[in-house]
């Protein structure tokens, strides 16, 4: 008697089980693999702009305004015009602990710049750091009237940052000055003749600004600047209503002349006050340019 032939099972289901699961395992990883990184990532915070930033650094992430703080004071308490006033800036974390260590840029620990309302008046100085996170400085203000003063510093570990707060000085005001492009960008200041160029002025796009400068006597070119703060000079942009802020350096920092190239980008259509600060012969010259960015 013939024994009846047992059925084996066909590989066939199997196998497609298991292609099957692959497939669906495969599709799973690479939707995790797409999706976007969550707000507050490394991701995230490379992918958004810097504001009120040093332009040209380097491409670090900066701290979150939560993370570092600046409390500004003035003594007295209302800055007369014409007097000494104390500022004080007091630097702490989000937990209130004062920050205690930066890092020298530029050659300073920190670099303060005040600017009247109409942007008529501008001061650059370097307030001395006491200890657990406090600056102070005197400053004497020209006129009373509104003001702006920019905090720039680096706080150890981190990238470079900004902090700014309007302030009233008690006293008689000085005749408001009109905020115009300038229609010659050829001006002379201390004995020197200087020009600004650029080679396409846009919002939105990275422009080189050229600063040429020479004698105002014999228009012969100077090429013996010499370093300030670290570098052939430096260059502070504000828009007409202060609330856009550039801190530049130039591209060539040993530069000697005539030439000093920056590079920068505005952020937006408008009038903006530029100031390109220099040395010569021991001296530092200031030269303000106010231009129109399509």
Known sequence: MNKPKLST???RPFAMRKAAAAIVITALLLTACGKAAPAGTAQDA??????????????????????????????????QAGKDTLISLQVTDSANKPVEKFDINHE???????VSKDLSYFN????????????TIANPFPA??????FADF????QSGTTKSQWTTIQGDAAKPAAIQPD???TKTVDGKEISLAFDKLQAGKEVNLIFNI?????KKPITNLQQYLGAVGHVVILSEDAEQYLHVHPTEEKATGPDAKFMTTFPKSGIYKIWGQFQHEGKVFTVPFVVKVP
């Open 9 to 11: 099972p066909s590989p």
């Open 46 to 79: 490379a992918s958004k702009p810097e504001q009120n930033a040093h332009a040209g650094h380097g491409a670090a992430p900066a701290p979150k305004e939560a993370d570092v703080k600046a409390a500004f004071t003035f003594s007295p308490d209302k800055p």
């Open 108 to 114: 300073k620990t920190m670099h303060l710049i005040i």
């Open 124 to 135: 650059h100085i370097h307030p001395d750091y006491k200890e657990k996170g406090l600056f």
């Open 144 to 149: 009373g009237g509104d003001y702006k003063l």
């Open 154 to 157: 680096v706080p150890s570990g």
């Open 183 to 185: 229609g010659n960008l």
């Open 214 to 218: 020479k004698d105002g006597g014999t």
